[in-house]
């Protein structure tokens, strides 16, 4: 009889439409019976491994209970467990929504809890599963790092051992080693419950695929001399398109996707087809788009591909190419009360590491002669200077943009490891971060980031910043509130307050709230 691998994973949903995605160890049918009604699918394999995405449409009211059958046998709920429902979108938009980023899938033991923390998503999970329904939250965003393919878990690397013995060691090379690692990250009871009644959007980081993925075209020189990143980024981007790209669409959207349609209509494996898309979405960043836009009621969410959009030309350096930069405008232009836009990296980062990224750019594209932008580009990759601020031209044009377009607007982010609130003096533009949920810095590290990011570089960002003739940022802004470092998971609720929970075992705390005006 088949059998769950994975899921189901609540993924898009609105007021009347939900998609459930699952992962099976066979080829079958799978069905989704909600109110007495099943809707079915059939799985698709890639490289070996099964996968089908059931759209529930025409939904009229919220599903109290769901369950999953797979060629007829029920595999879902689990015994013991709460039912998973569907929660549809309500009309006027989001009520609430999770955020958070970084996490790491490491044992839940003593050991590692004293040097990663508790897993705040993991304790999340248990707190709603006795939650009223008015601390729900409508969506769960995920900003990036959902998966470490560059620190994989002690038992990723038993996986691997057990495997190859050939580069790249210790991290993940293939999609086989992709899917191992997304079933560790997803698999744990609570988790695998919180996935799978609550929406979630999402979007890659960097460790999704490797630690400064898409730094600057000397990085892409530097791994493309590899003899194993090719492998590595095909199977990267593939596995993301399952496990998490698939389900940030709508069905319409997903109807549309030519890839999909492949993957469906054939009769043996799809991993060729996957991975021939994978490889060019990596060298033809305009030949696919991660980026995705939904409109929630009054709210448009709009969540940014920072990572393989960017344009890397040294001296023209952009977050986002031209054809994906338009795409933003065109989504930024269109009707909305609010603006959430979900960036992996921080848009606002502390005023003098800013001007420091700033610095940085403008010497790594040859301000200050050949050798000092060989030195600046080791320092740019060896202290992660590649956030918005690294590539001034996009950040000065996007700050532009939300000037003029004149909505609120809240920029959700994670990547930095603590977590802040800032806010810009012009237009009504808020930068809000949560990181990490379960990869905290050490102590000692959480004091050089005090003393570098809010202290040495508030001092001599600026002073260096205009050594290299560096134009002032459109507007300037500031932190309000934090940093806070611990591990964290944060609700943004509407009309606009922003609420960090951390864990304590099994029990979910308040460490912050704010209200955003």
């Known amino acids: 009889m088949p059998a769950l691998v994975l899921g189901p994973m609540l993924r898009y949903v609105d007021a009347s439409s939900a998609s459930i995605w699952v992962e099976t160890d066979a080829p079958c049918s799978v069905s989704v019976v909600a109110d007495g009604h099943a809707h079915d699918s ?15 449409v025409g939904l009229t009211a919220d599903v109290e209970s769901y369950a999953v059958e797979l060629d007829g046998e029920r595999v879902w709920p689990e015994e013991g467990r709460p039912p998973s429902r569907i929660r549809l979108l309500p009309p006027e938009g989001p009520r609430r929504m999770a955020f958070g980023s970084c996490r790491t899938s490491v044992p839940h033991d003593a050991a590692h809890v004293l040097t990663h923390g508790e897993d705040v998503l993991r ?8 939650a009223d329904d008015d601390e729900w939250p409508d969506l769960l965003l995920l900003l990036g790092d959902q998966v470490y393919a560059d620190s994989p878990s002690p038992e990723m690397l038993e996986f691997i051992r057990a495997r190859r013995d050939d580069e790249p060691r210790g991290e993940i090379a293939d999609y086989e080693e992709y899917a191992e690692l997304y079933r560790q990250a997803w698999s744990d009871p609570e988790i695998r419950w919180l996935l799978s009644t609550v929406p979630t959007a999402m979007i890659f980081d960097d460790h999704d695929l490797r630690d400064d993925w898409n730094t600057s075209h000397t990085w892409r020189e530097q791994m493309a001399a590899t003899s194993w990143w090719r492998r590595r980024v095909i199977s990267g981007l593939g596995a993301y398109w399952i496990y998490q790209h698939l389900g940030n669409l709508s069905p319409a959207e997903r109807e549309a996707e030519p890839l999909l349609r492949i993957l469906r209509e054939g009769t043996g494996d799809g991993g060729g087809a996957l991975d021939a898309f994978a490889d060019k979405a990596d060298a033809d960043t ?6 995705y836009a939904r409109d929630l009621g009054h709210t448009r969410l709009i969540m940014i591909d920072t990572r393989c959009a960017r344009q890397l030309t040294p001296g023209d350096r952009r977050m986002l190419d031209p054809v994906e930069w338009q795409w933003l405008v065109d989504e930024v232009g269109k009707p909305a009360d609010r603006l959430v836009i979900g960036s992996s990296i ?6 003098g590491v800013h001007s420091v990224q700033n610095w940085n750019e403008a010497l790594c594209d040859g301000r200050w002669g050949r050798v000092v932008a060989r030195l600046s580009e080791r320092f740019r990759q060896a202290v992660d200077l590649e956030h918005w601020a690294a590539f001034r031209r996009s950040f000065d044009d996007l700050a532009r943009l939300l000037v003029r377009v004149g909505k609120p607007t809240l920029v959700l ?8 609130v800032a806010k810009a003096n012009a237009g009504r533009i808020h930068q809000i971060v949560c990181s990490p949920i379960r990869n905290p810095l050490s102590p000692l590290l959480r004091w050089a980031n005090v003393i570098t990011q809010f202290g040495v570089a508030t001092l001599v960002g600026g002073w260096l910043a205009r050594s290299a003739r560096i134009p002032r940022p459109p507007f300037r802004w500031r932190v309000t509130d934090g940093p806070w470092f611990q591990n964290a998971l944060a609700t943004l609720t509407f009309p606009d307050r922003a609420t960090w929970y951390q864990s304590s075992g099994n029990t979910i705390k308040e460490i912050a709230s704010v209200q955003i005006t």
């Open 346 to 351: 921080p848009f606002l980062l502390p005023e």
């Open 42 to 56: 059939r799985t698709f394999t890639v490289h070996g491994h099964h996968y089908a995405i059931v759209d529930l």
């Open 123 to 130: 304790a999340y999970g248990g707190h709603l599963m006795t």
């Open 286 to 291: 305009s030949s696919t788009r991660w980026s």
């Open 413 to 420: 982010s994670g990547d930095v490891h603590y977590s802040y």
